[in-house]
């Protein structure tokens, strides 16, 4: 049990090297690289994404998995082995429905998309950034297929960002402050802008 323990966490601290590769080289393309970086920046990025993604869906990984379920089983939910193990499983299992090649195009759909969306801003110009959110819209579809859900389509990608958390569950809350904060808004005073119309000069 221990070994397999030990062998889970090296697995996945090598995923995680490689994911924090990736996200520096997100961040690098949009803080400090030139411009005419980004199509290769994009490829670089999107061959990390899927190499991690590769390495993640791996069968040893599903069998390490199901070997130490005995083990999390005999432990406090709350506990650090049972929670990795848990959260693991959770998302190997998500990964495991998605295809390395939609994952692999999703990765350099974003990545690509993200230099035509500066542009695009920077003209004030929504009608050329339209098909690259059409696209990126179009593989977030398609990566909502490849689950079953039983509220929305939208909760394989809220599940994203906030595990296991249902889209319904989400509404429930905002239909619960929805009207507290509409109240809040109507009852704040207005905001004296006056200091913005003086001449300071």
């Not at 996200?23 to 061959?47: I, N």
């Not at 999390?72 to 998500?94: C, F, G, M, N, P």
């Not at 809220?158 to 509404?171: G, I, N, Q, R, S």
Request: proline share 6%; with cysteine; net charge negative.
């Amino acid at each position: 049990m221990d070994a397999d323990l030990r062998t889970l966490r090296e697995r996945l601290a090598e995923i995680s090297d490689l994911g924090r590769m990736f996200f520096l080289g997100l961040w690098d393309q949009r803080v400090k690289m030139p411009t005419l970086g980004g199509p290769a920046r994009s490829e670089a990025v999107a061959t990390l994404g899927r190499i991690a993604h590769e390495k993640f869906v791996d069968g040893e990984i599903g069998a390490l998995l199901e070997r130490l379920r005995p083990h999390e089983e005999s432990l406090e939910y709350e506990s650090e082995d049972a929670s990795l193990i848990r959260v693991t499983r959770h998302d190997w299992e998500k990964a495991t429905r998605i295809p390395t090649d939609l994952r692999s195009e999703m990765l350099l759909a974003g990545a690509q998309g993200h230099q035509v969306w500066v542009d695009a801003r920077a003209n004030n110009d929504f009608a050329s950034f339209l098909p690259t959110l059409e696209r990126n819209l179009d593989l977030k579809k398609r990566y909502a297929e490849c689950f079953e859900w039983d509220d929305s389509p939208y909760t394989p990608l809220l599940d994203d960002f906030e595990p296991f958390m249902k889209t319904t569950e989400v509404a429930e809350v905002f239909d619960t402050i929805q009207p507290v904060l509409a109240e809040l808004v109507r009852e704040a005073p207005p905001i004296d802008a006056s200091f913005l119309d003086v001449p300071y000069a």
